[in-house]
């Protein structure tokens, strides 16, 4: 199976600030029919996750575009130009590229 | 507007069973893959099951292979987990979520305890 490495596991900011977390995967995730699916989830306190990055940097609708992918292969990057408040929770990138699907270990972004 | 509903859960013995619905509305529920995904408490998310369009292919990990039967009504655009043998490490809330992960449930929580 495919292991996503996210780092750092926790990160602090003040409103404002701008941030970034990496996953890295076990393999590359370019796709024969050359699409590359990692995408990045928003786990909320008490909620779901929910899409904000896909196709390594698609942005979903309603998603705001202080969020921004970048990366290749095996390395990648979710940034946040600006955190809020309300960004506040749990970051995890995900691959769908080779079965099955994975996740990684997730990032906790506290509001300093 | 795209909803996705689970019901079915609560605390259930080790060794028994339970039987989790999705009910999907807003979309084409038949032309979509749908997974099952379980975050145990406080831990990350973890991979259930998969399947397709007609239902006719389903995946899983090892762990719950042989233990849960994931399933699916296109008629009534519902989508089952079958789990059998529950164990305390199955303990988590368990979600729902369309193919492409733009759309996840609520999510239902599973306590397997005696």
């Known amino acids: 199976d495919v292991v996503l490495t996210q780092t750092p596991p926790t990160l602090s900011a003040t409103i404002g600030q701008s941030v970034s977390i990496s996953c890295r995967s076990s393999?590359?995730?370019?796709?024969?029919?050359?699409?590359?699916?990692l995408n990045w989830l928003l786990q909320r306190p008490g909620q779901p996750p929910q899409l904000l990055i896909y196709?390594?940097?698609r942005l979903e609708s309603g998603v705001p575009n202080r969020f921004s992918g970048s990366g290749s292969g095996t390395d990648f990057t979710l940034k946040i130009s600006g955190v809020e408040a309300e960004d506040l929770g749990v970051y995890y990138c995900?691959?769908?590229?080779?079965?099955?699907?994975?996740f990684g270990s997730g990032t906790k972004l506290e509001i300093k | 507007e795209v909803q996705l509903v689970e019901t079915g859960g609560g605390l259930v013995q080790p060794g028994r069973s339970l039987k989790l619905s999705c009910v999907a509305s807003?979309?084409?529920?038949?032309?979509?893959?749908m997974y099952w995904i379980r975050q145990a408490p406080g831990k990350g998310l973890e991979w259930v099951s998969s399947?397709?369009?007609?239902?006719?292919?389903?995946y899983y990990p090892d762990s719950v292979k042989g233990r849960f039967t994931i399933s699916r009504d296109n008629a009534e655009n519902t989508v089952y987990l079958q789990m059998n043998s529950l164990r305390s490490e199955d303990t988590a809330t368990y979600y729902c979520?369309?193919?492409?992960?733009?759309?996840w449930g609520q999510g239902v929580m599973v306590t397997v305890s005696s």
């Open positions: 979520a369309k193919t492409g992960l733009n759309y």
């Open positions: 807003g979309f084409t529920f038949s032309s979509y893959w």
């Open positions: 399947i397709n369009t007609d239902g006719g292919s389903t």
């Open positions: 393999q590359s995730l370019l796709h024969s029919n050359g699409n590359t699916y």
């Open positions: 196709l390594v940097s």
């Open positions: 995900v691959q769908s590229t080779h079965a099955p699907l994975t």
